[in-house]
Structure formats: structure tokens, C-alpha cells
């Protein structure tokens, strides 16, 4: 899949890339949309790595935010938190070093956290 060949280069330093790439390969094949990554591991913050992506609807939204948690238990990832339930149209899964924020397309657009983290897009993922 093109979209994880050039996320393992652009981050081959990671020491979260096969997690970073298991979140990925999950909201691609969900049909996740406007998915990008933010490398935050030249600042000291407890996450080195964020994802956000965006869906059409709540019901969508909601059975993402299952796929991505079973899939990381599945390989062995802990989960430290989800935050957000049923009609909430922003949903953010704390796996420790990777945060995975999940939007509904209209509020991703009002929080703006693409804008707030520009600097920090790693580029080259899927559109």
C-alpha cells in the first residue's frame, strides 16, 4: 500500500511505526478520510506521534473507533483511554506515544487541529 511505503520512510525512525502503520492501514481500509500525521517527537509532549482523520457520519465514526482499538489489542498494543461516546462527533484514542483524533468531517473543519499543528504534517499521506 503506497500510502504505509512512504509513511515507513519519511518516519523510519520511529519506534512506533509498525503501530503507526497498523492505525493506518485500519482507517484506510475503513475508508477513512483526510488522514494525516503529525510527528510531535521534537517537542516534549507525552505523544511523539498524532493521527487525525475524518469520516461522512456518526455511525461511521463510532464503529472506527472500534476497529482501531480491537485491531492495536489484536497486536498487542495497549490503549490507555478513549474519550468520546455514542453522538460525539470527535473521538480521541490514547495509545500511549500515538493519539489518533477521529472527526466527523464538519467538526474537524471548526476545531482545526490541521491548522493548529501545520508545521508538524508529515507529508505524503493519502488525501
Known amino acids: 500500500m503506497l500510502l504505509l511505503k512512504i509513511q515507513r520512510n519519511i518516519m523510519k525512525g520511529s519506534p512506533n511505526l509498525e503501530k503507526i502503520e497498523r492505525i493506518l492501514k485500519t482507517l484506510d481500509e ?54 468520546g461516546k455514542g453522538e460525539s462527533d470527535w473521538l480521541l484514542i490514547d495509545a500511549f506515544d500515538v493519539v489518533v483524533h477521529l472527526f466527523l468531517e464538519e467538526s474537524r473543519l471548526h476545531y482545526a487541529l490541521d491548522r493548529l499543528w501545520a508545521d508538524k504534517i508529515v507529508e505524503g499521506v493519502k488525501q
Open 30 to 83: 475503513k475508508h477513512a478520510t483526510d488522514i494525516k500525521i503529525m510527528d510531535l517527537s521534537d517537542i516534549d509532549l507525552i505523544h511523539e506521534t498524532m493521527i487525525v482523520a475524518s469520516v461522512s457520519n456518526i455511525r461511521l465514526l463510532n464503529a472506527l473507533k472500534d476497529y482501531v482499538v480491537e485491531d492495536l489489542e489484536k497486536d498487542g498494543y495497549n490503549i490507555h483511554h478513549v474519550e
